[in-house]
């Protein structure tokens, strides 16, 4: 995979960094993936592999290491510890992905982990053209707002997943299921099931299905 840094400026002349693939064809739809972890691990770098492969163009927010390799404008980019956007960071890189040359204008947000919490949250209140979620922690808290998503939207959920307690799963789906839009699937595994960098937690099956889903719902934004 190849990628070029990106800034994006968010507020007053300060910045975010992204990672944009340059190989996608033109007039593609771009896929945002927001990590869980500070380091990207086997279920970032598969999917991203897999989206390129099809023709996609991805974006993922940059590390501070990759800030600093970088040495560009360090004084005024937002560095954190870790990998992540907050949800009005990831707004300014959907509106600037949207208007890159190349792009179709749509714009999927993906999230794994912590990162699922947040594509939820863009599918609540940024309006992506798609959202998906894999096993996102503390939906549970903001089942409120997902009366306001109205992009295709689709959990990835893991039946053993010990981060999600019995009664989180039956108030998700009680307030999801039924609407047209919103799709769950529950699996044979854990949380980190998509994770090939996590050999106890990893199940192929499941992670090719959850993707093989994933593409589905990307493709209909071509």
């Given at each position: 995979m190849?990628?070029?840094?990106?800034h994006i400026?968010?507020?007053?002349?300060?910045?975010?960094?992204?990672?944009i693939?340059?190989?996608?064809?033109?007039?593609?739809?771009?896929?945002?993936?927001?990590?869980g972890?500070?380091?990207?691990?086997?279920?970032?770098?598969?999917?991203?592999?897999m989206?390129?492969?099809?023709?996609?163009?991805?974006?993922?927010p940059s590390?501070?290491?990759?800030?600093?390799?970088?040495?560009?404008?360090?004084?005024?980019?937002?560095?954190?510890?870790?990998?992540?956007?907050?949800?009005?960071?990831?707004?300014?890189?959907?509106?600037?992905?949207r208007?890159?040359?190349?792009?179709?204008?749509?714009?999927?947000?993906?999230?794994?982990?912590?990162?699922?919490?947040?594509a939820?949250?863009?599918?609540?209140?940024?309006?992506?053209?798609?959202?998906?979620?894999?096993?996102?922690?503390?939906?549970?808290?903001?089942?409120?707002?997902?009366?306001h998503?109205?992009?295709?939207?689709?959990?990835?959920?893991?039946n053993?997943?010990?981060?999600?307690?019995?009664?989180?799963d039956?108030?998700?789906?009680?307030?999801?299921?039924?609407?047209?839009?919103?799709?769950?699937?529950?699996?044979?595994?854990?949380?980190a099931?998509?994770n090939?960098?996590?050999p106890?937690?990893?199940?192929?099956?499941?992670?090719?299905?959850?993707?093989?889903?994933?593409?589905?719902?990307?493709?209909?934004?071509?």
């Amino acid at each position: 995979m190849t990628f070029m840094l990106q800034h994006i400026e968010v507020d007053h002349g300060k910045f975010i960094l992204a990672k944009i693939s340059i190989t996608a064809v033109a007039d593609s739809p771009t896929a945002i993936i927001l990590p869980g972890k500070p380091v990207e691990d086997g279920s970032v770098t598969s999917l991203a592999e897999m989206l390129i492969d099809h023709g996609f163009a991805c974006c993922l927010p940059s590390t501070k290491v990759e800030v600093q390799e970088a040495k560009k404008h360090p004084s005024r980019n937002i560095n954190r510890p870790n990998n992540s956007w907050e949800l009005n960071e990831l707004d300014q890189a959907m509106r600037f992905i949207r208007s890159t040359p190349g792009s179709n204008g749509k714009v999927a947000v993906i999230g794994f982990g912590h990162g699922g919490q947040q594509a939820y949250l863009a599918a609540c209140r940024l309006k992506p053209d798609a959202a998906i979620i894999y096993h996102g922690t503390h939906i549970d808290d903001f089942l409120e707002e997902g009366r306001h998503i109205d992009c295709e939207t689709v959990f990835h959920l893991g039946n053993d997943d010990p981060y999600m307690t019995d009664e989180a799963d039956r108030k998700i789906h009680a307030a999801l299921i039924g609407k047209f839009n919103i799709a769950i699937y529950k699996y044979h595994a854990g949380d980190a099931f998509t994770n090939e960098d996590d050999p106890v937690n990893y199940v192929r099956e499941a992670a090719l299905l959850a993707h093989t889903r994933t593409l589905d719902v990307l493709c209909k934004l071509k």
